[in-house]
């Protein structure tokens, strides 16, 4: 069975460029006095605002000999400076790279290394990292490699008088196009970098405008990183339609909560790390709805308990929880709508708009029917051109053009999906995916451990949890969470994708084939206790 578009009508989306820069001149000149965003800091910015400052930040980079096809590296925290480069950067018709702050030097390197960047762009601290040392680090191991550090959004701009005129944009669905190359937050060892256009993101951006019915009077909270593909999501649908988003460059989750309080949000976000914080609020301040201007609470990212949607109905406001699902090869292929029962809320991601589609398949390549899981697949004018690394290119698509997800879902009878599982060994840690291989190549070397699996275990809190399960060298004296977390610290490991649960076994089962049976550890380990708040570093 395939799930298709149910609403043709792209016009009720918004403005309907291919290109971002030209959106960004459209939607300035047809509403340049209305409120583009409102940050932590009581900032308040115009559509006409955010177009000046990105017109701004494209002249002072031409300036610094920024052009048409070079590759631009950047990882900047969220706010409305970092959105306005990335408008500067398609100005400029150049490619750039996003990457999320999170990143350290090992991955950082390999990213703008393999991207061939021109130029890395940081902030000089956030959240107490000094990102100026490592571009410096990064830059002494890439050759070529420029780097511009900005101090507190304090960016050098230029004389807009200077540019030369944009380029026309690409036809839409043409690898002409390709502007953008966002990295996957580890399916494999290495990340691997996804090529996108402007009309492919756009196209995402309308699928959120279409289906969540989207209007210029909703407030939309903005808080998931804008170097993620969902980020940028978040500033396209701005400009498709002209809402106003409330942005924060760090999530707190009090102050947080407050300012979109304040700000009298109505579509608040993003994923079950955010839901959950804001739960809690409600209950320790007795406060429900603790949105009163809310319609949803937007999900997505990772599975969730079902009776979380109902939850934030009742606590947060609005209808509850409207998902979607996609991918950073293919993002946003579906949402929900508000007019979803609260059933369908609970557990289903939603249906395409907009000219995507979605197919389940089974082991022999046949398409299953209605209820029946397979792997789901996808394709759509939002669907990426290929990656950086172009070896993985070959098993990307099927014969028809569909993405291979890795991902087990279904369709009801509308086309409606539901995921339920995964077929890559991937952990998905507050929203972010953390590939269990990688994670096992750096315990590897840990000399108290013989042998080890690492796998995902279900978490309340963060979607799943990273859970190593060892056996021991020396039974005698088995590795424990800290003296794992002791040994990964010596590694280029992330932190984020420490193991947060050691479960210590005699022996792991393998297959015929010598694979780890990890279904079994899954199922024995899934509902262990696992947290030690005093020894675990994971944030």
Same mark, same amino acid.
């Given at each position: 069975?395939?799930?298709?578009?149910?609403?043709?009508?792209?016009?009720?989306?918004?403005?309907?460029?291919?290109?971002?820069?030209?959106?960004?001149?459209?939607?300035?000149?047809?509403?340049?006095?209305?409120?583009?965003?409102?940050?932590?800091?009581?900032?308040?910015?115009?559509?006409?605002?955010?177009?000046?400052?990105?017109?701004?930040?494209?002249?002072?980079?031409?300036?610094?000999?920024?052009?048409?096809?070079?590759?631009?590296?950047?990882?900047?925290?969220?706010?409305?400076?970092?959105?306005?480069?990335?408008?500067?950067?398609?100005?400029?018709?150049?490619?750039?790279?996003?990457?999320?702050?999170?990143?350290?030097?090992?991955?950082?390197?390999?990213?703008?290394?393999?991207?061939?960047?021109?130029?890395?762009?940081?902030?000089?601290?956030?959240?107490?990292?000094?990102?100026?040392?490592?571009?410096?680090?990064?830059?002494?191991?890439?050759?070529?490699?420029?780097? #511009?550090?900005?101090?507190?959004? /304090?960016?050098?701009? @230029?004389?807009? +008088? *200077?540019?030369? %005129?944009?380029?026309? &944009?690409? !036809?839409?669905?043409?690898?002409?196009?390709?502007?953008?190359?966002?990295?996957?937050?580890?399916?494999?060892?290495?990340?691997?970098?996804?090529?996108?256009?402007?009309?492919?993101?756009?196209?995402?951006?309308?699928?959120?405008?279409?289906?969540?019915?989207?209007?210029?009077?909703?407030?939309?909270?903005?808080?998931?990183?804008?170097?993620?593909?969902?980020?940028?999501?978040?500033?396209?649908?701005?400009?498709?339609?002209?809402?106003?988003?409330?942005?924060?460059?760090?999530?707190?989750?009090?102050?947080?909560?407050?300012?979109?309080?304040?700000?009298?949000?109505?579509?608040?976000?993003?994923?079950?790390?955010?839901?959950?914080?804001?739960?809690?609020?409600?209950?320790?301040?007795?406060?429900?709805? #603790?949105?009163?201007?809310?319609? /949803?609470?937007?999900? @997505?990212?990772? +599975? *969730?308990?079902? %009776?979380?949607?109902? &939850?934030? !109905?009742?606590?947060?406001?609005?209808?509850?929880?409207?998902?979607?699902?996609?991918?950073?090869?293919?993002?946003?292929?579906?949402?929900?709508?508000?007019?979803?029962?609260?059933?369908?809320?609970?557990?289903?991601?939603?249906?395409?708009?907009?000219?995507?589609?979605?197919?389940?398949?089974?082991?022999?390549?046949?398409?299953?029917?209605?209820?029946?899981?397979?792997?789901?697949?996808?394709?759509?004018?939002?669907?990426?051109?290929?990656?950086?690394?172009?070896?993985?290119?070959?098993?990307?698509?099927?014969?028809?053009?569909?993405?291979?997800?890795?991902?087990?879902?279904?369709?009801?009878?509308?086309?409606?999906?539901?995921?339920?599982?995964?077929?890559?060994?991937?952990?998905?840690?507050?929203?972010?995916?953390?590939?269990?291989?990688?994670?096992?190549?750096?315990?590897? +070397?840990?000399?108290?451990?013989?042998?080890? &699996?690492?796998?995902?275990?279900?978490?309340?809190?963060?979607?799943?949890?990273?859970?190593?399960?060892?056996?021991?060298?020396?039974?005698?004296?088995?590795?424990?969470?800290?003296?794992?977390?002791?040994?990964?610290?010596?590694?280029?490991?992330?932190?984020?994708?420490?193991?947060?649960?050691?479960?210590?076994?005699?022996?792991?089962?393998?297959?015929?084939?010598?694979?780890?049976?990890?279904?079994?550890?899954?199922?024995?380990?899934?509902?262990?206790?696992?947290?030690?708040?005093?020894?675990?570093?994971?944030?």
């Amino acid at each position: 069975m395939t799930g298709t578009t149910t609403e043709p009508r792209l016009d009720a989306a918004g403005l309907t460029s291919s290109s971002i820069w030209q959106l960004a001149c459209d939607r300035a000149a047809l509403t340049p006095d209305a409120e583009f965003a409102v940050d932590e800091r009581g900032r308040h910015v115009t559509f006409a605002d955010f177009r000046a400052l990105a017109e701004g930040i494209a002249a002072g980079l031409a300036e610094r000999g920024v052009g048409a096809g070079d590759v631009v590296s950047w990882q900047l925290p969220t706010s409305v400076e970092s959105m306005a480069l990335s408008v500067a950067l398609t100005r400029l018709g150049a490619v750039q790279n996003p990457i999320i702050p999170m990143l350290r030097a090992a991955e950082v390197g390999f990213i703008v290394r393999q991207v061939g960047a021109g130029l890395l762009v940081v902030p000089r601290v956030h959240r107490g990292f000094d990102h100026a040392a490592m571009a410096e680090q990064v830059q002494g191991a890439v050759e070529g490699l420029g780097v #511009l550090v900005i101090d507190d959004d /304090a960016w050098e701009v @230029g004389d807009p +008088g *200077r540019l030369p %005129a944009p380029a026309p &944009a690409p !036809a839409p669905g043409t690898a002409d196009g390709v502007g953008w190359i966002f990295y996957t937050s580890g399916t494999t060892a290495d990340p691997k970098g996804v090529k996108h256009s402007d009309a492919g993101l756009l196209a995402a951006a309308r699928t959120f405008v279409l289906n969540l019915e989207a209007t210029a009077e909703d407030r939309c909270a903005a808080f998931v990183p804008v170097a993620h593909v969902g980020g940028i999501a978040h500033l396209l649908h701005s400009l498709l339609i002209g809402h106003t988003l409330i942005v924060s460059s760090v999530f707190d989750p009090e102050t947080n909560a407050d300012l979109l309080i304040e700000q009298r949000a109505t579509l608040i976000g993003s994923g079950l790390p955010f839901t959950n914080e804001y739960l809690r609020i409600s209950a320790e301040r007795d406060v429900a709805p #603790l949105f009163p201007h809310a319609r /949803a609470t937007l999900g @997505g990212g990772s +599975g *969730r308990p079902y %009776a979380l949607s109902a &939850a934030a !109905a009742e606590r947060l406001g609005g209808v509850g929880i409207i998902s979607g699902y996609g991918m950073t090869e293919c993002p946003y292929i579906t949402w929900g709508t508000p007019h979803d029962t609260a059933e369908q809320h609970a557990g289903c991601e939603g249906i395409p708009a907009g000219g995507g589609e979605v197919r389940i398949v089974g082991p022999e390549e046949t398409l299953l029917g209605v209820g029946e899981i397979g792997e789901i697949r996808v394709r759509g004018p939002q669907l990426f051109h290929g990656y950086v690394d172009e070896a993985l290119d070959a098993h990307a698509l099927d014969d028809d053009g569909f993405f291979r997800s890795g991902d087990l879902g279904c369709l009801d009878a509308d086309g409606r999906l539901a995921v339920t599982g995964r077929l890559k060994d991937v952990i998905v840690r507050k929203m972010e995916n953390i590939s269990a291989q990688e994670v096992e190549s750096s315990l590897m +070397g840990d000399p108290a451990i013989a042998d080890l &699996a690492v796998i995902g275990l279900p978490d309340p809190v963060t979607g799943e949890r990273v859970c190593a399960v060892v056996v021991p060298r020396d039974p005698q004296s088995p590795p424990t969470l800290a003296s794992v977390q002791a040994f990964l610290r010596s590694t280029t490991l992330n932190v984020r994708k420490f193991p947060e649960q050691v479960e210590v076994v005699e022996s792991l089962a393998r297959n015929s084939l010598g694979k780890l049976v990890k279904s079994d550890l899954r199922q024995r380990f899934a509902h262990a206790a696992g947290r030690d708040p005093q020894t675990s570093e994971t944030t």
